[in-house]
T-cell receptor, first 118, second 113 residues
Framework: AQTVTQSQPEMSVQEAETVTLSCTYDTSESDYYLFWYKQPPSRQMILVIRQEAYKQQNATENRFSVNFQKAAKSFSLKISDSQLGDAAMYFC???????????????FGKGTLLTVNP | NAGVMQNPRHLVRRRGQEARLRCSPM?????VYWYRQLPEEGLKFMVY????????ESGMPKERFSAEFPKEGPSILRIQQVVRGDSAAYFC???????????FGQGTRLTVV
């Protein structure tokens, strides 16, 4: 079974600065997807960014980028130019690729609470 | 196109009562997933349904919990004889196919008193 570990329960960053959230995972599969979700106080789960394991290039979405290290099974999220609206709980998640077992099921880490200081 | 709609947003039940949580998937989505988020935890998979079928219920507690997704109407997660440990946020997600992106609703926060 796959596991996802987020070792930072809480992080803080000054507005306009950069912060990196860590995530490691364990799997025996070679093809899979990795995600970062944002959960603000409204509780809505918002997809921030996704990475396909077969792609070597790190995914980017505006101010959000990932550092995907497949051999190390590491998937960190970098938020640049942090804004007050980035304050939220961030969850790292894993999903098997099509053709893999239970490829509809997301496995989540426990989350990192990000505080943005003005 | 409205997103995944869950209701109620908040539900309070006394121990021993039944809780019914509803989820209307996005238009065109026939695959529904339920997740539970306990305090200080990430979301954990409970059950995966397609119209009128339960595909995977490996994450569902063996007793008191059931789910359905009828041909017409929303998906229902039903918890009988609730206990304090059932207090959590319950999220529904839907997708057009099993291997595509799933979109989440805003969740139902169940409090058992």
């Amino acid at each position: 079974a796959q596991t996802v570990t987020q070792s930072q329960p809480e992080m803080s960053v000054q507005e306009a600065e950069t912060v990196t959230l860590s995530c490691t995972y364990d799997t025996s599969e070679s093809d899979y997807y990795l995600f970062w979700y944002k959960q603000p106080p409204s509780r809505q789960m918002i997809l921030v960014i996704r990475q396909e394991a077969y792609k070597q290039q790190n995914a980017t979405e505006n101010r959000f980028s990932v550092n995907f290290q497949k051999a190390a099974k590491s998937f960190s999220l970098k938020i640049s130019d942090s804004q007050l609206g980035d304050a939220a709980m961030y969850f790292c998640a894993y999903r098997s690729a099509p053709g893999g077992g239970s490829n509809y099921k997301l496995t989540f880490g426990k989350g990192t609470l990000l505080t943005v200081n003005p | 196109n409205a997103g995944v709609m869950q209701n109620p947003r908040h539900l309070v039940r006394r121990r021993g009562q039944e809780a019914r949580l509803r989820c209307s998937p996005m238009k065109g989505h026939s695959h529904v997933y339920w997740y539970r988020q306990l305090p200080e935890e990430g979301l954990k998979f409970m059950v995966y349904l397609q119209k009128e079928n339960i595909i995977d219920e490996s994450g569902m507690p063996k007793e008191r919990f059931s789910a359905e997704f009828p041909k017409e109407g929303p998906s229902i997660l039903r918890i009988q004889q609730v206990v304090r440990g059932d207090s959590a946020a319950y999220f529904c997600a839907s997708s057009p196919r099993a291997d595509t992106e799933a979109f989440f609703g805003q969740g139902t926060r169940l409090t058992v008193v």
